[in-house]
């Protein structure tokens, strides 16, 4: 039997640009450049940062990912790239060096969504997807709950493709956003998330009443699968103005009152994220949850969900951190997806979409 096709795949819609190399459903080889530390003085990601970062990392990231896979570009058989969503200058140096790679290597370009991405990572890590899947991808861009239907492959060509179906999204802020924005009101440095997490462990969850949006009956009714962050982080701010007000003008929050707002506001994320995640895979009649995205890496969000997909009767699946956050074996893997399925390649004149819907696996 011939072997699987080798996948490189890209990765560059937001701040870290990845390429790993993927047979089949095996990860050879990937290596990952981060421009995090160059937004930090900003407290966020500043586009245009992210796009000349991006340009610099390629060359030396796309090596490293060779190097350590012990393949030569003369081996790749498709380059698979991030199309969208993200980024629009960020997702533009990617595709341009997809299209460069697949011209000079005379192989098929496979322009692929970041999003349906995040999910197919797990095929490295748990084998084939389950046929239905409820996936929750949490990250500083996306909050979204997919029902994800995916063919059985058996190694034959156009067998059916993986469809994707948009249950749910955050109506203002991302989850991670909702981190970062946080940890900015507690005075803690960016990504806040990690910093939130460590303040969190020493605090009690229940200290703060904070509300669970978009959980309220009419709420339910028409936003069952959305979610919003936006009156978490306002309540949030009020009580670290209360708390403000009570102290000496120009005085520390202090450590237990810090440590108490990042339990009690990490415990009302994590409380919607799974709630609302159970409740999709119950009333979808779907027996495995896929947890994808930065915020993957909260141990109170991952704590909670596994909690409450146990006591379910629902299997969990949650690839290694590294895997969570973005990279570009996430890209390789989709990659490999599609050309099982028969579906590509893409013109070359493929062109970058911002919004690309979660719909759209390969454009
Ligand atoms: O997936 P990711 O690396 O990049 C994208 O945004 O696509 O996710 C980054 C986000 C940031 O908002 C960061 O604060 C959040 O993930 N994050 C966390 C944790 N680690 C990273 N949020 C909560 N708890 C964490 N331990
Ligand atoms: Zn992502």
Same mark, same amino acid.
């Given at each position: 039997?011939?072997?699987?096709?080798?996948? =490189?795949?890209?990765?560059?819609?937001?701040?870290?640009?990845? +390429?790993?190399? +993927?047979?089949?459903?095996?990860?050879?080889?990937? $290596?990952?450049?981060?421009?995090?530390?160059?937004?930090?003085?900003?407290?966020?990601?500043?586009?245009?940062?992210?796009?000349?970062?991006? =340009?610099?990392?390629?060359?030396?990231?796309?090596?490293?990912?060779?190097?350590?896979?012990?393949?030569?570009?003369?081996?790749?058989?498709?380059?698979?790239?991030?199309?969208?969503?993200?980024?629009?200058?960020?997702?533009?140096?990617?595709?341009?060096?997809?299209?460069?790679?697949?011209?000079?290597?005379?192989?098929?370009?496979?322009?692929?969504?970041? =999003?349906?991405?995040?999910?197919? !990572?797990?095929?490295?890590?748990?084998?084939?997807?389950?046929?239905?899947?409820? $996936?929750?991808?949490?990250?500083?861009?996306?909050?979204?709950?997919?029902?994800?239907?995916?063919? !059985?492959?058996?190694?034959?060509?156009? /067998?059916?493709?993986?469809?994707?179906?948009?249950?749910?999204?955050?109506?203002?802020?991302?989850?991670?956003?909702?981190?970062?924005? /946080?940890?900015?009101?507690?005075?803690?440095?960016?990504?806040?998330?990690?910093?939130?997490?460590?303040?969190?462990?020493?605090?009690?969850?229940?200290?703060?009443?904070?509300?669970?949006?978009?959980?309220?009956?009419?709420? &339910?009714?028409?936003?069952?699968?959305?979610?919003?962050?936006?009156?978490?982080?306002?309540?949030?701010?009020?009580? !670290?103005?209360?708390?403000?007000?009570?102290?000496?003008?120009?005085?520390?929050?202090?450590?237990?009152? +810090?440590?108490?707002?990042?339990?009690?506001?990490?415990?009302?994320?994590?409380?919607?994220?799974?709630?609302?995640?159970?409740?999709?895979?119950?009333?979808?009649?779907?027996?495995?949850?896929?947890?994808?995205?930065?915020?993957?890496?909260?141990?109170?969000?991952?704590?909670?969900?596994?909690?409450?997909?146990?006591?379910?009767?629902?299997?969990?699946?949650?690839?290694?951190?590294?895997?969570?956050?973005?990279?570009?074996?996430?890209?390789?893997? =989709?990659?490999? &997806?599609?050309?099982?399925?028969?579906?590509?390649?893409?013109?070359?004149?493929?062109?970058?979409?911002?919004?690309?819907?979660?719909?759209?696996?390969?454009?």
């Amino acid at each position: 039997m011939a072997a699987d096709p080798l996948v =490189l795949g890209i990765e560059s819609s937001c701040d870290e640009t990845g +390429v790993a190399l +993927v047979r089949g459903a095996t990860l050879l080889g990937h $290596a990952v450049a981060s421009s995090v530390d160059e937004h930090v003085r900003f407290g966020g990601v500043v586009p245009e940062i992210a796009s000349r970062a991006h =340009l610099e990392a390629f060359l030396p990231t796309m090596r490293r990912a060779c190097e350590e896979a012990g393949v030569t570009l003369a081996d790749v058989d498709a380059v698979a790239v991030t199309a969208g969503p993200g980024l629009a200058g960020a997702l533009l140096v990617g595709v341009a060096a997809a299209k460069a790679l697949a011209l000079a290597l005379d192989v098929p370009l496979l322009g692929v969504n970041h =999003l349906v991405a995040h999910v197919a !990572v797990d095929v490295l890590v748990s084998g084939a997807l389950p046929e239905r899947s409820v $996936a929750l991808l949490v990250s500083g861009g996306h909050t979204e709950l997919l029902d994800v239907h995916s063919p !059985v492959h058996q190694g034959r060509q156009g /067998v059916g493709a993986m469809r994707v179906e948009l249950l749910g999204q955050t109506l203002d802020d991302a989850a991670g956003e909702a981190f970062d924005k /946080v940890a900015r009101l507690l005075g803690l440095p960016y990504p806040g998330g990690p910093h939130v997490q460590r303040a969190a462990e020493r605090g009690d969850p229940a200290a703060f009443a904070f509300p669970r949006g978009l959980t309220a009956a009419h709420d &339910l009714r028409r936003h069952p699968y959305d979610f919003s962050f936006s009156g978490l982080k306002t309540a949030v701010a009020r009580q !670290v103005d209360a708390h403000r007000r009570s102290l000496e003008p120009g005085a520390e929050l202090g450590e237990a009152f +810090v440590a108490d707002v990042a339990a009690s506001f990490s415990e009302a994320v994590a409380d919607v994220l799974s709630r609302k995640t159970v409740t999709a895979a119950q009333e979808r009649g779907v027996q495995t949850v896929l947890l994808g995205g930065g915020v993957a890496a909260n141990a109170r969000v991952r704590g909670l969900l596994a909690e409450r997909c146990e006591a379910a009767g629902l299997d969990l699946r949650v690839p290694p951190l590294r895997l969570c956050t973005d990279n570009g074996a996430m890209v390789a893997a =989709l990659g490999a &997806l599609v050309l099982a399925d028969g579906l590509g390649p893409s013109p070359l004149e493929l062109a970058t979409d911002p919004g690309l819907p979660v719909s759209t696996i390969i454009v």
